[in-house]
């Protein structure tokens, strides 16, 4: 089947502009994430959405980046008035959350975000 | 603050021989998992150990997780050229929710 998919593959702004980053998660999967992770280093967590919860948000790094999931499957993560730090590969993933604690998350490809 | 933490940093081994990374968390777990991340293949699930388990396998993968000190180690046996990757821990907050933290990773190099 389908795997998570990002888009658009990758992004060139100007600071100050806004950008938008689309995640679509693998069918079913209740849980969606978004973490940002710059050149060689490893994944910040940015925020999670779980079903109809409200989102956890205690990743996001400043009030510039803002995230919604509609009908709980699709993601938009969007940051406003980028700055050059904001340079990195944002990624994706969901997860089928089922009883317990069981959390294999899938990954899309990234989106590579580029801040001139 | 960073919940898993890799070691070593980098990793440069012959083929054939068995590579170890280690992680150390902070905060108790509900289980932890390790990912493998290549260019070719983005990030990819390997597999997660639940904080009651002392040892899991998977293939050449074999996967130890000590509550008691907060760490984890990740062995490939037998590693190939196609193992070259970098390797990330990652564990729950146990928190009552999904929130998964990443460490930074061991990258790992397998020469031919």
């Known amino acids: 089947g389908a795997g998570v998919s990002q888009s658009p593959s990758n992004k060139v702004t100007e600071k100050g502009k806004d950008v938008e980053l689309r995640c679509d998660p693998i069918?079913?999967?209740?849980?969606l994430y978004w973490y940002r992770q710059s050149l060689g280093q490893g994944l910040e967590f940015l925020i999670y959405?779980?079903?109809?919860?409200?989102?956890?948000k205690s990743g996001l790094p400043s009030d510039r980046f803002s995230a919604e999931r509609t009908g709980g499957s699709v993601s938009t993560l969007t940051i406003q008035r980028t700055q050059q730090e904001d340079s990195a590969v944002y990624l994706c993933a969901s997860s089928l959350v089922g009883t317990g604690s069981y959390n294999e998350q899938f990954f899309g490809p990234g989106t590579r975000l580029t801040v001139l | 603050s960073q919940q898993g933490e890799e070691d070593p940093q980098a990793l440069s081994i012959q083929e054939g021989e068995n590579a170890t990374m280690n992680c150390s968390y902070k905060t108790s777990i509900n289980n932890l998992q390790w990912y493998r991340q290549n260019s070719g293949r983005g990030l990819v699930h390997l597999i997660l150990?639940?904080?009651?388990?002392r040892e899991k396998h998977s293939g050449r993968l074999r996967v130890t997780l000590d509550t008691s000190k907060k760490s984890s180690s990740l062995l490939i046996t037998a590693s190939r050229a196609a193992d070259t990757a970098s390797y990330f821990c990652?564990?729950?907050?146990?928190?009552?929710?999904?929130?998964?933290?990443f460490g930074a990773g061991t990258r790992l190099f397998v020469k031919a």
């Open positions: 959405f779980q079903g109809n919860s409200a989102p956890d």
């Open positions: 150990i639940r904080s009651n388990e």
């Open positions: 069918s079913g999967h209740t849980a």
């Open positions: 990652a564990t729950d907050a146990n928190t009552g929710g999904f929130k998964t933290i």
